[in-house]
């Protein structure tokens, strides 16, 4: 029996393919050797497996706290090199918690120099220097700002809003001692 059905399938690959039951098998292997070659490339199809085990030696984020209004100051205390705080940066003034990015933000990451700081001008720029990590944003071009808004986006989406950067409003010397000096002067009385 094994045999005649070993006849038939001879015949249907001829009749079916055109090609001689060698051939045929040739080119079957063939496929599966690049089949498997390719797709180890790719990954396993086991994946289920290791992103179990993935998942058990990382712990979860805790939830973002909340910072409210803070200083630049206080905010260089969020840059990651405390794995206890959250890591954090801002755009434009706003406050995200980038910790589940930790591999880009964090320390050792590709863009951990944002950490800590607002990098409006920076990401606008699409710059690493030193002197673009400030959140002033005065005299970029629209391509600048445009760029920036995207990036904005892409956090407002991604990540979530934990504060503010406090801004502090310079006081000039000689209009605060004008201002001082006005409010001392001695009113005439109405005698």
């Given at each position: 029996m094994a045999l005649q059905l070993w006849e038939t399938l001879k015949e249907a690959i001829t009749a079916y393919t055109g090609l001689s039951p060698t051939t045929f098998f040739t080119v079957l292997a063939l496929c599966?050797?690049?089949?498997?070659?390719?797709?180890g490339l790719f990954g396993h199809s086991d994946s289920h497996s290791r992103d179990r085990g993935y998942g058990?030696?990382?712990?979860?984020?805790?939830?973002?706290?909340?910072?409210?209004?803070?200083?630049?100051?206080?905010?260089?205390?969020?840059?990651?090199?405390?794995?206890e705080k959250p890591l954090l940066m801002a755009i434009k003034g706003q406050i995200y918690d980038v910790s589940q990015s930790r591999m880009f933000y964090g320390p050792g990451g590709p863009y951990a120099l944002f950490a800590g700081k607002d990098a409006s001008r920076a990401l606008a720029k699409m710059s690493f220097e030193e002197k673009d990590l400030t959140g002033d944003i005065s005299g970029l071009g629209p391509f600048e700002l445009d760029a920036l808004?995207?990036?904005?986006?892409k956090f407002m989406s991604k990540y979530t809003k934990v504060g503010t950067i406090?801004?502090?409003v310079p006081v000039e010397e000689e209009a605060s001692s004008a201002v001082i000096a006005d409010n001392t002067e001695e009113k005439p009385s109405a005698e």
């Open positions: 599966l050797a690049l089949y498997y070659a390719v797709s058990e030696q990382t712990q979860p984020l805790p939830p973002p706290v909340q910072l409210g209004e803070v200083t630049e100051d206080e905010l260089k205390l969020y840059d990651g090199t405390d794995p808004q995207d990036w904005e986006y406090k801004k502090t």
